[in-house]
């Protein structure tokens, strides 16, 4: 049988003893949700066929509904030898949106919230040698203000910036055979300066622990220490010290062991951090060079249909002149990060907070659960220069008296790791934040460079400290529909970045179009004003780095730099040429 995306899904975490269960899955639509209620793992046939990893909403998993979905279900058996039963069974979910429910053979095995975080269920005391049936029910409503949903349109059709809905399976399903004594997690610090990695994980059972650190299969890095039944610390010596760059990766494999279980892995030789204004990566002064990408695909919405069409995504952000990305408002997949790593692909990640009632009680304990699982599962990748949680929290003041979340979720962040910086939400609503961070959709380029000009001078006026009721905050103008002015809170000498400008709207020939501004009328007009957006950024010398949105079309949105199906719209390397210039931040 051809498996689509058969490729292992976590390349950090990888063993060789696993099976995918992509492919064809009984598939009904449960409007009602009651599909636990009728239990409906039971029936005889099931009405259609669904292809897993691919929502329903996509044309690749065989169905293509669009309207919205409330609920599914899903059904399929697969086959478990003997000695697949010698250890520990772990079914795993890279991600399903939103609610699901796991049965194995008639039990419930677990439930998990979030449609963005991959989960994990023991199932060996359910499973037997032989056939075995694995059901999943899943429920969905982008509507109610308690789930994080994303750019999934909350009307019937896509509009505006908001996409195609995705509910269900939409990231690979696998099961991994692990020993009764194995590794459960390990994270890793880096530590270039003195040649060492630190990696603190958990182990099941009692032995030895065995790491190794490779350069190109060659040993340069052991440790062994006996652990027992919880928590490890080990440090490892590098004879070989070899940084992770941009643009050029520089991955060290990581093998682990305990007793019979073995665990391939990887991690990068990295810092970054912000000294002053600037973005140090490895010490060094680096512009981040960022495009806005969503990770919408054609045929698969969520899901890319290859793991060449995410490598493919990263090649074409270098082509335009990139460092890096926003991976916006969608946690991606592993897979992706993992090319991310090996390609020197920086990114910020980001959690799809839109949906979400910023200000409701529940909006805490939603995002303390999901935004932690995130954070746990990419902690490790080198790719990743920084957390945002939250972006544009439209409506939503903190104040004393209220549920402070961002406040929450900034420090939450922060203990979850402290080697990375962390922007509480991108675009002007800060609360308590490393980063001045702002969106800016001007689309005239001599009001958007006085406007940034005006900020440069203003700093050096007072010293970098400017309060909110500042003359010239009070002076800025109004930013896209109105909604509020580019600088509405006082700054207090962070490093500021651009996380969003641009959105040049460029319409093909089919497609009318929607976008901010308006469309240029030549290929001439619309290099002309990337030209000059860019360089008033490029040659600031108090920005650290901006986001261009965005990389490609998003169905009717068409302010990408592809089109939708990843093709070029204009000469690609004029937009290269423009963002390669050196930036007056830069050493």
Not at 169 to 198: C, M
Not at 343 to 354: A, D, F, H, K, R
Not at 392 to 414: C, M, P, Q
Request: charged share 25%.
């Amino acid at each position: 049988m051809n498996i689509p995306r058969a490729e292992h899904p976590n390349p950090q975490w990888e063993r060789e003893t696993w099976k995918n269960l992509n492919g064809p899955w009984e598939f009904e639509f449960d409007f009602g949700c009651s599909a636990v209620e009728r239990r409906l793992w039971e029936k005889k046939r099931f009405d259609r066929e669904i292809l897993v990893p691919f929502c329903p909403e996509s044309r690749l998993s065989g169905i293509g509904y669009t309207d919205f979905i409330s609920g599914v279900a899903y059904r399929r058996n697969f086959e478990l030898s003997q000695e697949e039963l010698s250890g520990r069974v772990l079914l795993h979910f890279g991600a399903v949106d939103y609610e699901a429910s796991v049965y194995v053979n008639g039990t419930l095995v677990g439930s998990h919230k979030g449609g963005y975080t991959s989960f994990c269920f023991d199932i060996t005391k359910h499973v037997a040698p032989g056939p075995n049936t694995l059901f999943v029910a899943v429920k969905d409503d982008v509507r109610s203000g308690l789930q994080p949903k994303g750019k999934q349109a909350h009307l019937y059709a896509s509009s505006g910036c908001d996409y195609t809905r995705t509910i269900g399976i939409w990231q690979t399903v696998w099961l991994e055979f692990v020993p009764e004594r194995h590794i459960q997690s390990a994270k890793y610090y880096p530590d270039p300066a003195n040649g060492k990695v630190t990696v603190t994980g958990l182990v099941q059972g009692q032995g030895t622990l065995q790491l190794t650190a490779l350069w190109e299969d060659k040993p340069v890095g052991e440790a062994a220490l006996s652990v027992e039944d919880g928590f490890f610390t080990a440090q490892l010596d590098l004879s070989e010290t070899h940084l992770w760059e941009p643009g050029k990766g520089g991955l060290y494999t990581l093998l682990l062991s305990f007793g019979e279980d073995r665990v391939k892995s990887y991690f990068g030789l990295r810092t970054a951090k912000f000294q002053g204004r600037k973005f140090l990566l490895n010490g060094k002064s680096l512009f981040q060079r960022f495009v806005l990408d969503q990770g919408f695909y054609p045929d698969g919405i969520y899901t890319a249909p290859t793991e060449e069409d995410l490598v493919k995504d990263i090649q074409l952000s270098f082509a335009a002149g990139f460092n890096g990305a926003r991976l916006h408002e969608k946690v991606f997949e592993a897979r992706f990060l993992y090319h991310c790593d090996r390609l020197g692909y920086l990114v910020w990640g980001e959690y799809p907070n839109w949906g979400l009632d910023h200000a409701h009680p529940l909006s805490t304990e939603t995002y303390l659960n999901q935004w932690s699982e995130a954070v746990e599962r990419d902690f490790n990748h080198p790719a990743i220069i920084g957390w945002c949680p939250f972006n544009e929290t439209w409506g939503y003041r903190e104040e004393r008296e209220k549920n402070a979340l961002l406040t929450s979720l900034y420090k939450l962040t922060k203990r979850l790791d402290p080697t990375r910086p962390c922007i509480d939400s991108s675009g002007n609503y800060r609360v308590l934040s490393e980063v001045y961070d702002i969106h800016d959709y001007d689309q005239d380029t001599q009001s958007f460079q006085a406007r940034w000009d005006g900020l440069t001078d203003r700093i050096r006026e007072t010293g970098g400290v400017i309060p909110a009721e500042d003359p010239f905050f009070n002076s800025a103008p109004e930013g896209p529909s109105g909604r509020a002015p580019f600088f509405n809170q006082p700054y207090d000498n962070q490093p500021i970045f651009v996380s969003e400008y641009g959105g040049i709207r460029w319409p093909d020939d089919t497609v009318e179009g929607w976008g901010y501004g308006n469309a240029s009328a030549t290929p001439e007009e619309f290099f002309a004003r990337y030209k000059g957006l860019t360089e008033a950024l490029l040659n600031n010398p108090e920005i650290f780095g901006f986001c261009y949105t965005q990389l490609y079309d998003v169905e009717q949105e068409v302010n990408g730099l592809y089109t939708y199906g990843r093709v070029q719209k204009f000469d690609i390397s004029l937009i290269q040429k423009i963002n390669q210039q050196k930036a007056a931040i830069e050493d």
